[in-house]
């Protein structure tokens, strides 16, 4: 009998889970698990009630979780217990959302993997482990090239009064708001990273104007700056992308690649199609 897998990639937000059974995959979904949300039980209950209804009474062997928060043991050991509890008998592991970027994006070879989603991050993957990863700060003193980092800037030519008549109709069209609900949410509200993240899709949905073009490529060529060619090995092995951001714009990831004289790798709208392909 073929050995039945669960791979899980979560977010705070969603989660992806793909049943994978000899050649066939099925991918579920759930809301997220943040373990600095949610303790082991409250992601038990999670689990028993969104997961396993979907799943029926498949017996599963092998479950590789990889979640935000599990950077921290603690963290893992607790979405670990959870996991266990919920499919007993069950090996699992549990790693963190960097590495299964790396796993998705390099495989079993040596490379650079980059996160660009709401957040960002990066990191040098030896072909067996995350060797060197370039700090993360954050989206209030990092997060360059993320959705956060760029969606703050949208604000900031929008409060700034910045763009032009045609721009800011456009603006005022979508998003229907004005400077103190932008400033309530932004300092008063949780998940403010979230909250700046939605105004990137303003610069997906304008681009070839100037301003917005002006916008995103200064986002990403801040993250080359300060990440990417950080790592010496960012010159001489390929330089991999994953994330809503990089695949929204990954013609300017190519061109930035380009000017950089780096070697553009795989690019990825999110993790699970190379960690399907990596636990194969």
Known sequence: MPTVKLIADSGSTKAEWCLMKGSRDTTYF???I???FLNDVQIEELLCR???PQLGKVKIDEIH???TGCLSKPNAALVRKALKRTFPGTDVTVENDLLAAARALCGREKGVACILGTGSNSCYYNGKRIARNSPGLGYVLGDEGSGAYLGRRVLQYYLYNTYDEELRARFDDKYQTDAPSILANVYKKPLANRYLAGFAEFLAENRGHYMVENIVE???NDFFFHHV???RESWTLPVHFVGGVAWGFRDVLLELCKNYELTPGIILRNPMEGLKI???
Request: no cysteine; hydrophobic share 20%; aromatic share 24%.
């Open 30 to 32: 759930t809301q997220g």
């Open 34 to 36: 943040s373990p600095y």
């Open 50 to 52: 969104e997961l396993l």
């Open 65 to 67: 979780y990889y979640g």
């Open 218 to 220: 200064d986002g990403l």
């Open 229 to 231: 060619i950080k790592y």
């Open 278 to 280: 990596y636990h194969k």
